[in-house]
């Protein structure tokens, strides 16, 4: 049985635990990363994305998580000129809508290779 004086002293016992754990030695594995190697891992979006517009596509159909499809176009708009503005591809000002959206030139747009050309 489940008393008031066992869930304090479980919940004693779960703090005094988590205590230990944050104040204990790490193993001392492996060594420090620094920014060249990780630069090299970084995967960002103008690194894959060929198309802008495959951004606000993507954030359309499946944001946020909780609610897909639950944004507005505006709302929509907004996220894709934020990432692109957070990636250095646009102005932090700049306007993104449906005129300027597909004139965002992606790094890696004439690089992209399109898997199953047969398919489009």
């Given at each position: 049985?489940?008393?008031?004086?066992?869930?304090?002293?479980?919940?004693?016992?779960?703090?005094a635990m988590a205590a230990?754990?944050?104040?204990?030695?790490?193993?001392?594995?492996?060594?420090?990363?620094?920014?060249?190697?990780?630069?090299?891992?970084?995967?960002?979006?103008?690194?894959f994305i060929g198309d802008?517009?495959?951004?606000?596509?993507?954030?359309?159909?499946?944001?946020?998580?909780?609610?897909?499809?639950?944004?507005?176009?505006?709302?929509?708009?907004?996220?894709?000129?934020?990432?692109?503005?957070?990636?250095?591809?646009?102005?932090?000002?700049?306007?993104?809508?449906?005129?300027?959206?597909?004139?965002?030139?992606?790094?890696?747009?004439?690089?992209?290779?399109?898997?199953?050309?047969?398919?489009i």
């Open positions: 049985m489940f008393t008031p004086r066992r869930a304090i002293f479980s919940a004693s016992l779960l703090l230990g754990a944050s104040s204990a030695e790490t193993p001392h594995l492996g060594k420090p990363i620094d920014e060249a190697a990780i630069a090299y891992w970084d995967i960002s979006i103008k690194n802008s517009t495959t951004i606000f596509d993507f954030i359309r159909r499946a944001m946020p998580f909780q609610a897909p499809r639950s944004l507005s176009d505006n709302e929509v708009y907004a996220l894709t000129a934020y990432i692109l503005a957070e990636n250095k591809l646009i102005g932090a000002n700049d306007v993104m809508n449906a005129e300027t959206l597909p004139k965002v030139k992606m790094p890696n747009r004439d690089n992209f290779i399109i898997r199953f050309p047969d398919r």
